[in-house]
């Protein structure tokens, strides 16, 4: 018979259970029985080790604003808290947002942290993105009288931080940030910081399957008692600096 | 089936950062290279578009780190699917993993030592054929480094060889790892090669280490060779004949003329023997 799980009363399964268990948790969980603790030590710093690296490089800015004892105090919470399913090295960075996710209001944690775990989590999904942009932009008469929708690879995102400009030297203060984030014709990814109606704008058209782009600026004019020309040309020439980067494409073709 | 291309010669382990550098050109005298499926699966942009390229021109392998073949959660079937798939497309000869595990239920992204028991044997050996069964083709298993064992019933070389067999799946030789074991574990390196299935060595990985303070060997991937692991390579080869061989460089990787030097080095070994053989055909003829 293939045997491919192992049965509950296992010597492999406790053997291996014990020797993780400790790995996971080196300061509460003793050395298994008969081991040898210099050796478990390598076992256990050769491990935290790498995930530490792996997830610092996901998430260089965060890494950064950290003091060595933060960070590592942080990633051994990881370790020991979080089960990571993932086989595939660059979703870590998706297991990891998780947990931050899921100690949203830990103690000592601050305000900016998740908008940034979130910002710099998007930036390597849309570089590692296996969507491709559309070929060529939408033709000028198109942008007019068709419904328009956002390629896969442009993202409009909504923080209370200007995460974008937070450095290791230097955290912004609070304050409402819109931002379309996206990959380029050279496969970089790049933002452009926009007002909160063009993210209004971009996440309509995200989000409805495509919208016409002129009707909603003359109604959105309309309702802030703007002047509807001028305001639709505004709205348009962004539409036209989006659409030369090829991050617009017809929603009924 | 894909159309895979059959390797041989001196390959390179290659990394996301050589990628750039590869895809215009691969550097002459590299035979085939390795990746890790693990790194590559799902990814688009600019990595996928280098790997093609790559893939295009040089034979590639793939190297698996995540699958936790004697590990105590069930195995990845999905993940078994998409390295089949990758296989596919990228035409890629030969699937290795190692004889080890990395998941206790969840991922710990580390290779860690099985006991050396019958029910590991019988165990990982059940699940080695799982996998050719549904790859539909042979698996290679590396012997790992390892540096303590959680229980010793069998010696390694009668651990590994029992696998082997009992899977009928193939070998990868790492010859560092030997190396570093038979330091760490007080054992004679070719005594243990000697012990190894000839016939099973699909191909042999060689790489750097770091010695600590107090003599343990890690084994990092992050430096040179070292002369007594290059001696052991001739010896090997003296033993089972010239196999297709790769240097892996993990960390601390230098400029690829540098990387090159011992790739070439390989390859010198491969046609110093190659001509011993052929030297002593000819006298026995």
């Known amino acids: 018979m293939m045997l491919t799980s192992l049965p509950p009363d296992s010597e492999l399964l406790r053997l291996q259970t014990n020797f993780t268990q400790h790995l996971r948790n080196p300061d509460s969980v003793p050395v298994p029985e008969g081991l040898d603790p210099r050796r478990m030590g390598i076992y256990s710093s050769l491990i935290f080790h790498n995930i530490s690296s792996l997830v610092s490089d996901f998430f260089p800015v965060i890494r950064s604003l950290m003091t060595d004892d933060e960070w590592d105090s942080l990633v051994r919470e990881f370790f020991i808290t979080y089960q990571a399913e993932t086989p595939y090295f660059p979703k870590l960075a998706d297991e990891f947002l998780q947990f931050l996710l899921g100690r949203e209001g830990a ?21 590692l993105s296996e969507s491709e942009l559309p070929g060529s932009p939408v033709d000028p008469e198109s942008l007019q009288s068709k419904r328009l929708e956002l390629t896969d690879l442009a993202i409009p995102v909504a923080y209370d931080y200007p995460v974008h400009q937070i450095r290791s030297d230097w955290v912004e203060n609070e304050c409402p940030t819109y931002l379309l984030l996206f990959r380029d014709k050279t496969d970089s990814v790049r933002f452009f910081e926009i007002q909160s109606l063009a993210f209004e704008l971009l996440t309509a058209m995200r989000d409805n399957n495509g919208v016409h782009v002129s009707d909603w600026l003359a109604n959105k004019a309309d309702e802030l008692n703007q002047n509807v020309g001028s305001f639709s040309a505004f709205g348009m020439k962004l539409m036209q600096q989006f659409n030369s980067e090829h991050l617009i494409s017809c929603a009924d073709t | ?31 085939f290279l390795e990746v890790a499926p693990e790194n590559w699966i ?11 390229a790559i893939s295009e021109r040089t034979p590639l392998i793939t190297h698996g ?46 290779l860690l030592p099985l006991p050396f028991t019958d029910e590991a044997v019988h165990y990982t050996a059940g699940r080695i054929k799982r996998v050719q069964e549904i790859l539909g083709q042979r698996m290679v298993l590396e012997n790992v480094s390892y540096y303590l064992t959680p229980k010793r019933a069998l010696s390694e070389a009668e651990f590994v060889t029992a696998v082997i067999q009992e899977a009928d799946c193939d070998l990868l030789l790492d010859v560092n790892n030997v190396y570093v074991n038979s330091v ?18 699909a191909y042999i990985h060689m790489a750097g280490h770091y010695v600590e303070d107090d003599g343990i060997i890690i084994d990092t991937h992050g430096a040179d060779v070292i002369d ?48 011993v053989r052929h030297d002593a055909h000819i006298v026995a003829a």
């Not at chain 2, 799902?42 to 093609?52: D, I, V």
């Not at chain 2, 010239?242 to 460089?249: H, I, M």
């Not at chain 2, 400029?255 to 790739?263: D, G, S, T, W």
């Open chain 1, 107 to 127: 103690n000592h944690t601050p305000d900016y942290l998740l908008p940034l775990a979130h910002y710099e989590w998007l930036e390597l999904c849309l570089f």
């Open chain 2, 1 to 31: 089936m894909s159309q895979s291309k059959p390797i041989h010669g001196a390959g390179l382990g290659l990394r996301r950062t050589m990628a750039s550098e590869f895809c215009e050109a691969v550097p002459d005298g590299i035979d």
């Open chain 2, 42 to 52: 799902g990814l688009g942009g600019k990595f996928a578009k280098q790997l093609r």
């Open chain 2, 65 to 110: 780190l995540s699958l936790s073949i004697g590990g105590p959660a069930p195995l990845d079937e999905d993940l078994i699917v998409a390295i089949k798939k990758f296989i596919d497309q990228h035409q890629v000869a030969l699937y290795s993993e190692h004889l080890s595990y990395s998941n206790d239920g969840g991922q710990l992204y580390d």
């Open chain 2, 184 to 201: 760490n574990h007080d054992y004679d390196p070719l005594g243990f090669i000697k012990q190894m299935p000839a016939e099973r060595v």
């Open chain 2, 228 to 275: 007594p692991v290059w001696q052991l390579l001739e010896q090997t080869y003296t033993l089972m004949g010239v196999k297709p061989t790769l240097l892996e460089r993990d960390f601390n990787i230098p400029k690829v003329e540098q990387l090159m030097l011992e790739v070439n080095q390989i390859r010198t070994v491969q046609e110093k023997l190659n001509r």
